[in-house]
C-alpha cells in the first residue's frame, strides 16, 4: 500500500498504528528512509509515545559499534535507511535471523525521493529484503509514504515488484500558504563578453533570512549546494550583527524586533547551517535547536526536505528551483505544519529554468508534480545487486522473476566477467572482496573523502569522490560552519584532502574538458531538417584548472592548473543532429555555429527538469560544429549516471515541447547577448565560451522549422 497524501495529513500515524500492532504482536518492523535526519526524528516521536514493549533502535553509520549488537539481539522496530540495509542488514541476515522470522511490516518513508539511479538501487534492495525475508519464512507488508507522487500505485509497484493499492484522499485541515516568485534584480556589473549580472540568488536569501529572523519569523532557507548553506548563513548572521552595531539602516522600516528578544545582538547566534558532511552530534544539535526554537533561521541543503518534524515554521525561502514540482511543494511544505499560514517564496537563479519560471507561473501552479523515473533493470544497476544478492544467498532459476525479466542475460555476462560462478544449483559469489562494493547506490563514485585540518589533525567533513575533483582539489576554497579554509592537497588514493584556515577574498571554480563518443543510437526520428537520436553514449571528462574569482565582484583573478586523472562515463544521452545543407545559410550569414550550439546546449540542460524528474545537475551536455561519430552539428544532453538515469529517454520523447520552451526562454531573456538567466551556465567546463544568443535563436528556429 502506498499513501500519498498532502504534507502534513497524517501519514506517519497511518503506518505506525500498523506497525506499532505488529510489533505489540510478537512481530518486528523495519523502517525505511533516505536520510539519517528523518530516521532520528522518527525514532524520537516513537520514544515520546511510551509504548509497553517497543524497542525501537536507529541503525544507521551514526550508531555506534556497541549498541549495535544489542539492536540485533532485542529491538522490535528498527529505523535505517537504504544504504545501511544494502551493505550491513543483508549481507549480514544470519544474524539478523531471528528479526526477520518475524518481521511483519516494512515502512518506505518519503518514497518519492527514490527516483534516477539511486531509485533504481533501492528498487534492487528490495528485491533482495523480499527474497531474504522469504529465506526466513516471512512476508511483510510494505507501506509506502510520500506527499508527492505521481500515479503513487505505479510508483510503488515499480520500486517493490509488488502490485500496490494507493490511498490519496486528503481531508487534513491546513492553512493557507502565500507563495511568491522572487526575481532578484540586474546589478551594475558586467560579466563574461559584457552580459549583465543578476544579484545572486544566495544573497537575497541571506538578505531576506535575516530580515525574516529580525522579525522573529521561524524560517528555513533552502540552498542548493553546501557552500550556498554555509554563505547564507555566515551572510544572514553579518547583516544581523551590522545592524546590531548600527553599521546599516534596517532594511525594511516596517519591521520591528519581536519583544521576546532580549537584544539584537542575540539574533546573529539564532542562525546556523545545515547539510551534509557534518559530523552527526553537529546534525542532531540543530535538528534539536530548529524544533525548540532556539534557532529562528536556519540555511540548508534539501537534506531537510523530507518529513523531518519542523513544526512552528512560519516561513521557507528556496533560493532556486529545486529540480522538481515535487521537490518545490515538499520544501514549501515545511513551513505551517502546526497548521497555521505560512510564506513560501522561490528565489530565482541566474538561470534559463528559473527565469522562465517566474516569468511563467502557469508552468509551476495547477500542474500535477513530475512522474517518478526509475529503471531497476538499468544492467549497470541490477548486475551489482545480482552479485550482492549471491553473496547473502546462492541464486536459484526460481529466484529470477523477483529481479526482472533482464536478470538471465545480466547474470551471464557476471559469469562471463568472472563476477559469478554458474553451478548446477545456481550462480555463486566466489571473491574475497565484499559484493555490496560494487554497488554505489548514491552514485557518490567511491569512497567519500574525508576533510582534514592539516594543523590539528580535525576531521570536518566528507565530500563524495566524485564531487571531491571540483570542490576540494588542492587549491580550492572550502567552507564549514562558517568557516573558510583553503585546500593545501587532495590525495584521491588515501581519501584525504588536507586544509587549512584562511580568509581568502575569492572563490574558485573547477574548470573541466569533457570529450563524448556515440556507441549505439537505439532510437531517432526526424526532427525539422535534422534528426533526434537517443542512445549509448561514452563520456571523458577531466577537470584541468580552477579560476578564481573575487569575491564581491566575481572578476576573475587567475586560472590554475591541475593535473586530476580523467573521469569515464558509459551512459544514456539525447542528441539532435543538423546536416551542413541546413546550417549554410546560418554560416553564410556570419554566425558562430559552435558558439550558437553551445548556448543552445546550455539553455537546453537548463529547460530538461522542467519535463524530466531530475536537477540540472544530474545532467551534462556537449555540442560541436562537426561531431566526428555523426559527422554534422550535434548537440547532446547526457545522463550524469553510469547505465543512464532515464532523464534523457524522457528528453527525446517530449523534445518538442522540451526544445520550443529553450528556445522561449532564450528569446524572452532581457539581456543583449546573453547571460547567466538564459545561455551561460554554472557549471560549463570551457568558461562560457563560445556563446551566441542570437545564433542559438536561429539554430534552434532551423531545428524546429517543419514542426510547426
Given at each position: 500500500m502506498i499513501i500519498a497524501t498532502?504534507?502534513?495529513?497524517?501519514?506517519?500515524?497511518?503506518?505506525?498504528?500498523?506497525?506499532?500492532?505488529?510489533?505489540?504482536?510478537?512481530?518486528?518492523?523495519?523502517?525505511?528512509?533516505?536520510?539519517?535526519?528523518?530516521?532520528?526524528?522518527?525514532?524520537?516521536?516513537?520514544?515520546?509515545?511510551?509504548?509497553?514493549?517497543?524497542?525501537?533502535?536507529?541503525?544507521?553509520?551514526?550508531?555506534?559499534?556497541?549498541?549495535?549488537?544489542?539492536?540485533?539481539?532485542?529491538?522490535?522496530?528498527?529505523?535505517?535507511?537504504?544504504?545501511?540495509?544494502?551493505?550491513?542488514?543483508?549481507?549480514?541476515?544470519?544474524?539478523?535471523?531471528?528479526?526477520?522470522?518475524?518481521?511483519?511490516?516494512?515502512?518506505?518513508?518519503?518514497?518519492?525521493?527514490?527516483?534516477?539511479?539511486?531509485?533504481?538501487?533501492?528498487?534492487?534492495?528490495?528485491?533482495?529484503?523480499?527474497?531474504?525475508?522469504?529465506?526466513?519464512?516471512?512476508?511483510?507488508?510494505?507501506?509506502?509514504?510520500?506527499?508527492?507522487?505521481?500515479?503513487?500505485?505505479?510508483?510503488?509497484?515499480?520500486?517493490?515488484?509488488?502490485?500496490?493499492?494507493?490511498?490519496?484522499?486528503?481531508?487534513?485541515?491546513?492553512?493557507?500558504?502565500?507563495?511568491?516568485?522572487?526575481e532578484p534584480p540586474l546589478t551594475d556589473l558586467r560579466g563574461e563578453g559584457g552580459a549583465p549580472v543578476r544579484r545572486p540568488a544566495a544573497a537575497e536569501t541571506a538578505d531576506l533570512l535575516a530580515d525574516l529572523v529580525l522579525d522573529g519569523t521561524r524560517t528555513l532557507a533552502f540552498v542548493r549546494s553546501r557552500r550556498a548553506a554555509e554563505s547564507v548563513a555566515l551572510s544572514a548572521r553579518a547583516r544581523l550583527s551590522d545592524l546590531a552595531s548600527g553599521m546599516i539602516s534596517?532594511?525594511?522600516?516596517?519591521?520591528?524586533?519581536?519583544?521576546?528578544?532580549?537584544?539584537?545582538?542575540?539574533?546573529?547566534?539564532?542562525?546556523?547551517?545545515?547539510?551534509?558532511?557534518?559530523?552527526?552530534?553537529?546534525?542532531?544539535?540543530?535538528?534539536?535547536?530548529?524544533r525548540s526554537g532556539d534557532l529562528l533561521g536556519l540555511a540548508t541543503t534539501n537534506a531537510l526536505e523530507l518529513g523531518v518534524d519542523v513544526s512552528g515554521l512560519d516561513a521557507v525561502l528556496i533560493a532556486g528551483w529545486p529540480g522538481t514540482r515535487a521537490s518545490l511543494w515538499q520544501q514549501a511544505g515545511r513551513a505551517g505544519r502546526a497548521g497555521q499560514d505560512a510564506l513560501a517564496v522561490l528565489i530565482a537563479r541566474d538561470d534559463p529554468l528559473d527565469t522562465y519560471l517566474v516569468h511563467h507561473p502557469e508552468a509551476l501552479f495547477g500542474r500535477p508534480?513530475?512522474?517518478?523515473?526509475?529503471?531497476?533493470?538499468?544492467?549497470?544497476?541490477?548486475?551489482?545487486?545480482?552479485?550482492?544478492?549471491?553473496?547473502?544467498?546462492?541464486?536459484?532459476?526460481?529466484?529470477?522473476?523477483?529481479?526482472?525479466?533482464?536478470?538471465?542475460?545480466?547474470?551471464?555476462?557476471?559469469?562471463?566477467?568472472?563476477?559469478?560462478?554458474?553451478?548446477?544449483?545456481?550462480?555463486?559469489?566466489?571473491?574475497?572482496?565484499?559484493?555490496?562494493?560494487?554497488?554505489?547506490?548514491?552514485?557518490?563514485?567511491?569512497?567519500p573523502v574525508q576533510v582534514v585540518e592539516l594543523s590539528t589533525g580535525c576531521l570536518l567533513g566528507t565530500v563524495d569522490e566524485s564531487s571531491a575533483h571540483t570542490t576540494v582539489h588542492t587549491g580550492a576554497v572550502y567552507v564549514h560552519q562558517g568557516e573558510t579554509f583553503l585546500v593545501t592537497e587532495l590525495d584521491l588514493e588515501a581519501g584525504v584532502a588536507l586544509v587549512e584556515a584562511g580568509t581568502p577574498d575569492y572563490t574558485t571554480f573547477a574548470r573541466d574538458v569533457t570529450e563524448i563518443s556515440v556507441l549505439e543510437s537505439f532510437r531517432s526520428h526526424p526532427l525539422g531538417p535534422g534528426e533526434l537520436h537517443f542512445g549509448s553514449v561514452e563520456v571523458t571528462r577531466q577537470v584541468v584548472s580552477y579560476l578564481k574569482r573575487r569575491l564581491q565582484s566575481g572578476e576573475p583573478l587567475g586560472d590554475e592548473a591541475l593535473d586530476l586523472p580523467p573521469r569515464t562515463l558509459r551512459t544514456r544521452a539525447v542528441w539532435w543532429t543538423l546536416p551542413a545543407s541546413a546550417i549554410s545559410?546560418?554560416?553564410?550569414?556570419?554566425?558562430?555555429?559552435?558558439?550558437?550550439?553551445?548556448?543552445?546546449?546550455?539553455?537546453?540542460?537548463?529547460?530538461?527538469?522542467?519535463?524530466?524528474?531530475?536537477?540540472?545537475?544530474?545532467?551534462?551536455?556537449?555540442?560541436?560544429?562537426?561531431?566526428?561519430?555523426?559527422?554534422?552539428?550535434?548537440?547532446?544532453?547526457?545522463?550524469?549516471?553510469?547505465?543512464?538515469?532515464?532523464?534523457?529517454?524522457?528528453?527525446?520523447?517530449?523534445?518538442?515541447?522540451?526544445?520550443?520552451?529553450?528556445?522561449?526562454?532564450?528569446a524572452s531573456c532581457e539581456c543583449e547577448r546573453g547571460c547567466p538567466s538564459c545561455i551561460q551556465s554554472p557549471k560549463c567546463g570551457n568558461g562560457n565560451e563560445p556563446l551566441d544568443k542570437a545564433g542559438a535563436l536561429r539554430l534552434l528556429a532551423v531545428l524546429l522549422s517543419m514542426n510547426g
Open positions: 498532502g504534507t502534513a495529513s497524517g501519514k506517519s500515524l497511518a503506518y505506525q498504528v500498523p506497525a506499532l500492532s505488529s510489533v505489540l504482536d510478537g512481530g518486528t518492523a523495519l523502517y525505511l528512509t533516505p536520510t539519517k535526519a528523518l530516521a532520528a526524528d522518527q525514532l524520537r516521536a516513537l520514544e515520546a509515545l511510551d509504548v509497553p514493549g517497543l524497542r525501537a533502535a536507529a541503525y544507521d553509520g551514526d550508531t555506534p559499534y556497541e549498541e549495535r549488537a544489542w539492536i540485533r539481539r532485542h529491538a522490535n522496530y528498527v529505523l535505517t535507511n537504504p544504504d545501511m540495509l544494502h551493505r550491513g542488514l543483508l549481507p549480514g541476515h544470519a544474524r539478523w535471523s531471528g528479526f526477520w522470522r518475524r518481521l511483519r511490516t516494512v515502512v518506505v518513508d518519503e518514497c518519492h525521493g527514490y527516483r534516477g539511479v539511486f531509485g533504481s538501487h533501492v528498487a534492487q534492495i528490495l528485491r533482495r529484503l523480499r527474497r531474504v525475508c522469504t529465506r526466513y519464512g516471512s512476508s511483510p507488508v510494505f507501506v509506502l509514504a510520500s506527499a508527492t507522487a505521481s500515479d503513487p500505485g505505479a510508483f510503488a509497484t515499480r520500486l517493490t515488484g509488488l502490485q500496490t493499492a494507493e490511498v490519496t484522499t486528503d481531508a487534513s485541515p491546513r492553512g493557507s500558504i502565500t507563495f511568491a516568485l522572487w534596517r532594511p525594511s522600516p516596517g519591521m520591528a524586533a519581536p519583544a521576546s528578544l532580549t537584544s539584537l545582538a542575540d539574533l546573529p547566534g539564532r542562525i546556523a547551517a545545515y547539510r551534509a558532511g557534518y559530523l552527526a552530534e553537529e546534525r542532531r544539535g540543530l535538528e534539536r535547536a530548529l508534480v513530475e512522474a517518478i523515473v526509475l529503471d531497476p533493470g538499468n544492467p549497470y544497476v541490477l548486475g551489482p545487486h545480482l552479485c550482492a544478492a549471491a553473496a547473502e544467498i546462492p541464486l536459484t532459476e526460481d529466484d529470477l522473476e523477483i529481479f526482472g525479466p533482464t536478470s538471465k542475460e545480466v547474470l551471464a555476462s557476471l559469469v562471463g566477467d568472472g563476477l559469478l560462478r554458474r553451478r548446477p544449483s545456481g550462480w555463486f559469489w566466489t571473491r574475497r572482496e565484499r559484493a555490496t562494493d560494487l554497488a554505489d547506490i548514491r552514485g557518490s563514485g567511491g569512497t545559410p546560418l554560416a553564410e550569414a556570419g554566425l558562430d555555429l559552435g558558439g550558437a550550439a553551445h548556448a543552445a546546449e546550455h539553455a537546453s540542460i537548463g529547460m530538461l527538469p522542467l519535463f524530466a524528474t531530475c536537477d540540472r545537475w544530474d545532467i551534462g551536455g556537449v555540442s560541436t560544429e562537426l561531431h566526428a561519430d555523426t559527422g554534422m552539428l550535434t548537440v547532446f544532453v547526457y545522463d550524469g549516471h553510469e547505465g543512464g538515469a532515464g532523464f534523457a529517454e524522457r528528453g527525446f520523447s517530449r523534445a518538442l515541447e522540451w526544445l520550443t520552451a529553450t528556445r522561449e526562454a532564450i
